[in-house]
């Protein structure tokens, strides 16, 4: 860890400015400068207007929203958090933010306020001055709205220069994508859910396949007390981004709204398997534990299952396509199940068109609804899939019994 010579707060990896004083450090003091992403070159590039990006403005601008929690994507997706559900559900790692909340609400306890520095103030005027030189200029003025958007994660007064930017660009061009997302973006964080979803609406007019933007307006409906349209937009989204785990958390919260605990805990389950890190994770099963009541456990075992089952998924389609009878894909379908497969003690065949899945430690009983209605949507499934791969018509049985008592526990006919 490294500390600013001048007022001994610590410092990023890569800052050439201290972010808590904002006086520039000596090269002993700071490694190797950090460079943009290519989003972030988008948001600010060099050409436009004479303004020029440089390596101080880069480390110290873009390096805090990196170092402050990934508040750059902190405007690009957003967890609903509704008066309703405030008191069960989690905290969220990207909540939706008031006109006063900025990246630095987002820092660890005992973190120093996060300041702009002065550096990326000047640059922000420069760029406003170029702006203003160039009253037609779309791509400066986007420039400008972009960088003032970011500016207002840590200073909520540059969010009204962020409107007027984007203000001023839908003035010359009302169908600009890049405005109406970033006016969009302003609203939601200002709380005027109505203006969001308009922008939005508009933004999808023109970009109708923007997941990002079809979960955001999902949760502007939601704020507003519309679960069943914002439901409606996370499925498009996902429809469009399968592996999409904003959505999936998001409708799940959705879902807790309507009372409706098994989808809830179906989509939960869903984001629980794609949460890109262990403390988003741990955010989607607080909300499942907390909407359906069932334990943290119950939760991280079905996730565990979809991760399994997506790999195993794929080997059993294909499975049933080229295993040489109908037998064989069948079996290959049921070993293949998420969690059921892995308990699949013997297959025995009374008759040509009858199959006895003997489980060994599978309780069909104590299974919860959602879990136990997935298992047997997936055996389903599959036994379609494999009467069509060997042109079989003839009804199929199939008997899930428990090994121990012979019991049978479920039969499925298709």
Same mark, same amino acid.
């Given at each position: #860890?490294?500390?600013?010579?001048?007022?001994?707060?610590?410092?990023?990896?890569?800052?050439? &400015?201290?972010?808590?004083?904002?006086?520039?450090?000596?090269?002993?003091?700071?490694?190797?400068?950090?460079?943009?992403?290519?989003?972030?070159?988008?948001?600010?590039?060099?050409?436009?207007?004479?303004?020029?990006?440089?390596?101080?403005?880069?480390?110290? &601008?873009?390096?805090?929203?990196?170092?402050?929690?990934?508040?750059?994507?902190?405007?690009?997706?957003?967890?609903?958090?509704?008066?309703?559900?405030?008191?069960?559900?989690?905290?969220?790692?990207?909540?939706?933010?008031?006109?006063?909340?900025?990246?630095?609400?987002?820092?660890?306890?005992?973190?120093?306020?996060?300041?702009?520095?002065?550096?990326?103030?000047?640059?922000?005027?420069?760029?406003?001055?170029?702006?203003?030189?160039?009253?037609?200029?779309?791509?400066?003025?986007?420039? !400008?709205?972009?960088?003032?958007?970011?500016?207002?994660? &840590?200073?909520?007064?540059?969010?009204?220069?962020?409107?007027?930017?984007?203000?001023?660009?839908?003035? !010359?061009?009302?169908?600009?994508?890049?405005?109406?997302?970033?006016?969009?973006?302003?609203?939601?964080?200002?709380?005027?859910?109505?203006?969001?979803?308009?922008?939005?609406?508009?933004?999808?007019?023109?970009?109708?396949?923007?997941?990002?933007?079809?979960?955001?307006?999902?949760? #502007?409906?939601?704020?507003?007390?519309?679960?069943?349209?914002?439901?409606?937009?996370?499925?498009?989204?996902?429809?469009?981004?399968?592996?999409?785990?904003?959505?999936?958390?998001?409708?799940?919260?959705?879902?807790?709204?309507?009372?409706?605990?098994?989808?809830?805990?179906?989509?939960?389950?869903?984001?629980?398997?794609?949460?890109?890190?262990?403390?988003?994770?741990?955010?989607?099963?607080?909300?499942?534990?907390?909407?359906?009541?069932?334990?943290?456990?119950?939760?991280?075992?079905?996730?565990?299952?979809?991760?399994?089952?997506?790999?195993?998924?794929?080997?059993?389609a294909s499975g049933s396509a080229t295993a040489k009878t109908f037998k064989g894909a069948?079996?290959?379908?049921?070993?293949?199940?998420?969690?059921?497969?892995?308990?699949?003690?013997?297959?025995?065949?009374?008759?040509?068109?009858?199959?006895?899945?003997?489980?060994?430690?599978?309780?069909?009983?104590?299974?919860?609804? &959602?879990?136990?209605?997935?298992?047997?949507?997936?055996?389903?499934?599959?036994?379609?899939?494999?009467?069509?791969?060997?042109?079989?018509?003839?009804?199929?049985?199939?008997?899930?019994?428990?090994?121990?008592?012979?019991?049978?526990?479920?039969?499925?006919?298709?």
């Amino acid at each position: #860890m490294r500390f600013c010579p001048h007022c001994g707060a610590p410092l990023m990896a890569g800052a050439k &400015f201290c972010i808590e004083c904002g006086r520039q450090l000596s090269e002993a003091a700071a490694p190797a400068a950090l460079g943009p992403s290519p989003e972030k070159k988008a948001a600010g590039s060099s050409s436009s207007g004479g303004f020029r990006l440089t390596n101080a403005f880069i480390a110290v &601008f873009f390096g805090i929203t990196v170092a402050s929690l990934g508040a750059a994507a902190f405007i690009l997706l957003r967890t609903p958090m509704t008066p309703q559900t405030a008191s069960t559900a989690p905290a969220s790692p990207a909540p939706a933010a008031s006109s006063s909340a900025t990246a630095t609400g987002n820092l660890p306890p005992g973190h120093p306020k996060v300041r702009l520095p002065t550096e990326a103030r000047t640059f922000i005027d420069q760029l406003g001055q170029g702006a203003t030189s160039k009253p037609n200029d779309v791509s400066t003025w986007t420039k !400008l709205g972009a960088v003032t958007m970011r500016a207002a994660l &840590f200073d909520p007064s540059y969010y009204d220069k962020a409107a007027e930017a984007y203000a001023h660009i839908l003035k !010359l061009d009302p169908n600009n994508l890049d405005a109406l997302r970033g006016i969009g973006d302003i609203y939601y964080d200002r709380n005027q859910y109505d203006e969001a979803i308009a922008a939005y609406e508009h933004y999808l007019k023109e970009s109708p396949k923007d997941p990002e933007v079809l979960t955001d307006l999902g949760t #502007m409906y939601l704020y507003t007390g519309n679960a069943d349209q914002a439901i409606i937009q996370y499925k498009k989204a996902i429809a469009l981004k399968p592996d999409l785990y904003q959505a999936y958390y998001n409708m799940g919260v959705a879902y807790g709204e309507q009372g409706d605990k098994s989808n809830a805990a179906i989509v939960l389950t869903k984001a629980i398997s794609l949460a890109p890190d262990d403390t988003v994770r741990k955010q989607a099963i607080d909300a499942f534990t907390k909407i359906t009541g069932m334990p943290p456990q119950t939760a991280a075992q079905i996730a565990s299952s979809l991760k399994s089952g997506s790999r195993a998924s794929g080997a059993g389609a294909s499975g049933s396509a080229t295993a040489k009878t109908f037998k064989g894909a069948l079996e290959e379908v049921v070993r293949n199940l998420p969690v059921a497969g892995r308990k699949v003690a013997a297959i025995q065949w009374p008759s040509k068109y009858r199959a006895e899945v003997m489980m060994s430690n599978f309780p069909m009983d104590a299974m919860p609804p &959602f879990a136990r209605d997935k298992f047997l949507s997936d055996l389903k499934s599959g036994i379609v899939s494999a009467k069509q791969a060997h042109n079989v018509t003839a009804k199929v049985q199939v008997d899930i019994v428990d090994q121990t008592s012979g019991r049978v526990m479920q039969t499925v006919t298709e």
